[in-house]
């Protein structure tokens, strides 16, 4: 890569990088911007100082990086330290982490074009991150680490783990396969993008299974992987959020051409899934087909929203996009499984068994069948799976009592029949945070049904904390969603024709208060506007994030709330927001999207831009530590060396107090120091959507 690009790109790209991350460094970082703005592209001497060139992964964030830097970029770097002056001589430099990630694709992002025939690559990229996690272990140990020297930088990149998509690309043998051992291999993935769609396995119904049974049970696997033993790790931003998962996210796009036993497979390895919080369908049923609709909604209620699934999956981020059909029929048979207390019979038709469902482990060489003959015993020549590892996280269902074989759901391949002296039973205990508590919802806009909305919420909206709807081409009723949502804490309403809009409704649910009539109005930015501006509102209380469309945003571009007839309200649009920025103090943020070039009243919505809000922002973990390290020193009683013959000093009295602190006391203090909340104000031209309907942005 380094080869094919010249050393000005080079050093746009390391500006770009660092700069990328100022945002959340200390000051060197922003003196770092000021340099880069005051001169442009700084010829770093990117290739030798950060090893690119011969091999980007293996070269670019391994332990050379520190040893090999040009005269010009160390120069660069002691001028953007000597504008930080929290930099001390008798402290140690600062070291900073700047993140790179590999992005492995099979396709080229826009022209669609194949960038590789097989999966060769992406194992080439694992082994090199093996590689330099040796590489790093090696230099840890040897006597060549150094600490920063004192008033001085250092930049060090750090490979975070990469991204995956197969967009496009078939469900195939080699790509279970390939996932399968990467999984097993403990490689970890930002982001891993699918197609299921299995045409291309149809002829084979082995081969299909398996191969979707391999790809399934691996993204979501049932077993937990240490990220202290990955070769890539987080740059994190901060200590106390979690770290992602083996797969920090995963996007499926469902076709509507899937096969029923394998929408099943999915959804048996969903409801244990310890690999990823987050995850996103593409749900592209056909809304003309309610049969596969059905069957869809109700094994996402198994795989997504169960008793099982909330004890068992460790899914909290759930998004269901471009949705095909969500009827008010798809949503009862939605909650018939989701109130069922043997979901599992009821998926399959099944008549209650005389023994209760319970977990179990597969042993090491069982067979798996997919059918039975009507003497109960699979037909003679089946084809049938055998593992050469238990496999845990089966689920007993339907089961008789006596009967040899056994109706087992084993993750990742669905419903299969297993000797029950194959099978040991297994004590499960709940892993899960509780379930998905954060909800995104998106129809597809081309005649998609979605009158089952309401309903759909009113079964699952206890769950949930933050809820995110595109409410293109729908009804929407806040105060109908609120109720429905009685634990709801933050909702973001998108795609709307004037405006996007996040609610947050924390201190309500804090304080154990109802939350007020919540109305809207949707096309009216200046009565909107004057809503935020009353303090009698509880609107002006709950909008944190507001996003106005001065524009017709789904017509052509040519045709804009601005031209010569509605100018009197577009330009009464935006004194309205103006006036409503003087006296509220909630909003958090405010994106105006105007017609091309229309910047009347800029310097107006600019002074309001990064001003204090009367709301503070959570102070950091470590400051707090920082904070309650010095009280717990100061509480520790110190046994006197020798007899003490003097009084204690004023001084000595004086620091006796801190140890005393009580927590609220404390938490005052916490209070006080946490910074201020500073309003984002932006006003801009709408996207390049180069006639195509302009992207939906989140809120």
């Given at each position: 890569?380094?080869?094919e690009l010249s050393q000005t790109w080079r050093s746009k790209l390391v500006i770009a990088t660092i700069t990328h991350s100022a945002g959340n460094l200390p000051a060197h970082m922003c003196a770092f911007e000021q340099v880069v703005c005051n001169n442009g592209a700084i010829d770093f001497g990117f290739e030798a100082a950060m090893g690119l060139p011969e091999a980007l992964v293996p070269s670019a964030a391994a332990p050379n990086q520190l040893r090999v830097a040009t005269s010009a970029y160390l120069k660069a770097l002691k001028r953007i330290a000597s504008l930080d002056k929290h930099l001390a001589s008798n402290k140690p430099g600062v070291d900073i982490k700047i993140p790179v990630r590999v992005h492995f694709s099979m396709t080229h992002p826009a022209s669609y074009e194949s960038l590789c025939e097989d999966f060769e690559p992406l194992k080439q990229i694992h082994c090199a991150e093996k590689r330099l996690q040796q590489e790093w272990q090696k230099y840890e140990r040897s006597r060549k680490k150094r600490d920063v020297e004192p008033c001085n930088l250092r930049c ?544």
């Amino acid at each position: 890569m380094g080869s094919e690009l010249s050393q000005t790109w080079r050093s746009k790209l390391v500006i770009a990088t660092i700069t990328h991350s100022a945002g959340n460094l200390p000051a060197h970082m922003c003196a770092f911007e000021q340099v880069v703005c005051n001169n442009g592209a700084i010829d770093f001497g990117f290739e030798a100082a950060m090893g690119l060139p011969e091999a980007l992964v293996p070269s670019a964030a391994a332990p050379n990086q520190l040893r090999v830097a040009t005269s010009a970029y160390l120069k660069a770097l002691k001028r953007i330290a000597s504008l930080d002056k929290h930099l001390a001589s008798n402290k140690p430099g600062v070291d900073i982490k700047i993140p790179v990630r590999v992005h492995f694709s099979m396709t080229h992002p826009a022209s669609y074009e194949s960038l590789c025939e097989d999966f060769e690559p992406l194992k080439q990229i694992h082994c090199a991150e093996k590689r330099l996690q040796q590489e790093w272990q090696k230099y840890e140990r040897s006597r060549k680490k150094r600490d920063v020297e004192p008033c001085n930088l250092r930049c060090t990149f750090v490979l975070e783990p990469m991204i995956a998509s197969f967009n496009d690309t078939k469900i195939t043998p080699d790509l279970a396969e390939t996932m399968q051992t990467l999984g097993q291999d403990n490689t970890w993935f930002a982001n891993v993008s699918l197609w299921f769609m299995n045409r291309g396995l149809e002829e084979n119904e082995y081969t299909s299974r398996k191969a979707i049974g391999q790809l399934m049970s691996s993204i979501f696997g049932d077993t937990r992987r240490s990220h202290e033993l990955a070769s890539s790790r987080y740059c994190r931003e901060a200590d106390d959020l979690p770290l992602p998962l083996q797969f920090g996210s995963i996007l499926l796009e469902c076709d509507g051409s899937i096969n029923p036993t394998n929408f099943e497979a999915m959804g048996s390895a969903l409801v244990v899934n310890q690999s990823t919080r987050k995850f996103e369908m593409l749900l592209e049923m056909d809304p003309d087909d309610p049969t596969t609709s059905r069957h869809w909604w109700r094994w996402l209620a198994y795989a997504l929203f169960s008793k099982r699934a909330r004890a068992c999956s460790a899914l909290e981020s759930l998004a269901l996009s471009q949705i095909g059909r969500m009827s008010v029929s798809d949503v009862e048979a939605f909650s018939a499984i989701l109130t069922s207390k043997h979901p599992e019979e009821e998926l399959f038709g099944l008549s209650r068994g005389a023994v209760e469902d319970r977990d179990a482990t597969i042993k090491a060489g069982a067979r798996l069948h997919y059918k039975l003959n009507k003497r109960g015993q699979p037909p003679r020549g089946a084809q049938h799976l055998t593992f050469e590892t238990p496999i845990t996280s089966a689920r007993i269902f339907g089961d008789d009592g006596s009967s040899e074989w056994v109706n087992v759901l084993v993750p990742g391949y669905g419903r299969c029949y297993v000797q029950r002296t194959d099978l040991e039973l297994q004590d499960t205990s709940p892993v899960s945070a509780g379930g998905v508590t954060d909800l995104k919802i998106d129809f597809a806009q081309d005649e998609s049904i979605s009158d089952g909305l309401p309903r759909f919420l009113a079964a699952i909206g206890y769950l949930l904390k933050t809820l995110t709807l595109n409410i293109a081409d729908i009804e929407v009723d806040v105060n109908e969603i609120v109720l429905n949502c009685p634990n709801l804490e933050e909702l973001s309403l998108c795609g709307g024709h004037m405006m996007d809009i996040r609610l947050n409704l924390s201190e309500y649910r804090a304080n154990k208060q109802p939350i007020p009539d919540l109305t809207v109005a949707w096309n009216d930015v200046v009565a909107l506007a004057n809503a935020l501006a009353s303090v009698d509102n509880p609107l002006a209380k709950c909008v944190r994030r507001l996003r106005v469309h001065q524009i017709d945003q789904w017509a052509a571009w040519g045709i804009i709330v601005a031209d010569h007839n509605n100018r009197p309200a577009f330009q009464a649009g935006l004194r309205a927001l103006l006036d409503m920025l003087a006296v509220n103090k909630s909003l958090e943020y405010l994106d105006v999207v105007v017609p091309f070039g229309h910047f009347i009243y800029l310097d107006d919505f600019r002074r309001h831009h990064l001003e204090p809000l009367s709301r503070s922002l959570a102070l950091s973990m470590d400051t707090k530590i920082a904070f309650l390290s010095v009280v717990s020193t100061c509480s520790r009683p110190v046994a006197p060396s020798k007899p003490q013959k003097r009084r204690a000093t004023r001084s000595t009295r004086a620091r006796r107090p801190l140890s005393e602190l009580n927590q609220n006391v404390i938490s005052t203090i916490f209070a006080f120091a946490a910074p201020r909340v500073l309003r984002e104000v932006y006003l801009r031209d709408p996207p390049d959507g180069r006639g195509e309907e302009p992207e939906i942005l989140p809120i």
